[in-house]
């Protein structure tokens, strides 16, 4: 996969420099197809607050939201496999397209929440995409196992550049 990014930020460009997109292409290139591409779209607070209201009814700012395009799909025309490119399950998208979805990031709230925990804010955002990639994969995170397999798989993209993952 690669990440399209759109910037619509001025302060994120202190943290997404070209040599930190570079790395977080590394990243996600494992994830899904090599044809296929997600929108990275960098936002402020009050737009994620926006977008999570609108299409969660959760009123608060939050750090990543994810939005695929890829439907389950349980016949052979499955365009990727479970367990293949790090799908949570058999996922298809539609021929037309090569865009999988989008993950929106809110890194002056990561910033914020990364100062008041002591946390390095380039891993915290390294992880983010990661996370909101595998969530554009069908992974989710509601029941513990389901928590600690995206933990694991997350843990397995960072160690690509030598990150380690934040709360493991």
């Not at 070209?18 to 994830?31: M, R, S, T, Y």
């Not at 090599?34 to 926006?50: F, H, R």
């Amino acid at each position: 996969m690669q990440l399209v990014v759109n910037n619509r930020t001025e302060t994120a460009s202190s943290w997404f420099d070209n040599g930190f997109i570079d790395e977080i292409q590394k990243l996600v290139a494992p994830i899904g197809l090599d044809v296929w591409s997600a929108g990275l779209i960098i936002v402020g607070d009050e737009e994620i607050q926006t977008i999570n209201r609108q299409f969660r009814s959760k009123d608060y700012v939050t750090d990543v939201l994810s939005f695929s395009h890829l439907v389950l799909c349980d016949i052979d025309i499955a365009t990727i496999k479970k367990g293949k490119g790090y799908a949570a399950d058999n996922l298809f998208l539609d021929q037309m397209e090569t865009q999988i979805g989008e993950i929106i990031i809110a890194p002056e709230f990561v910033s914020c929440r990364c100062k008041e925990n002591d946390w390095n804010i380039s891993d915290e955002l390294a992880m983010l995409v990661v996370h909101g990639a595998l969530h554009l994969m069908g992974w989710d995170h509601e029941e513990e196992s389901q928590k600690e397999k995206m933990r694991q798989l997350e843990s397995e993209l960072l160690a690509l550049t030598d990150r380690s993952h934040p709360l493991a």
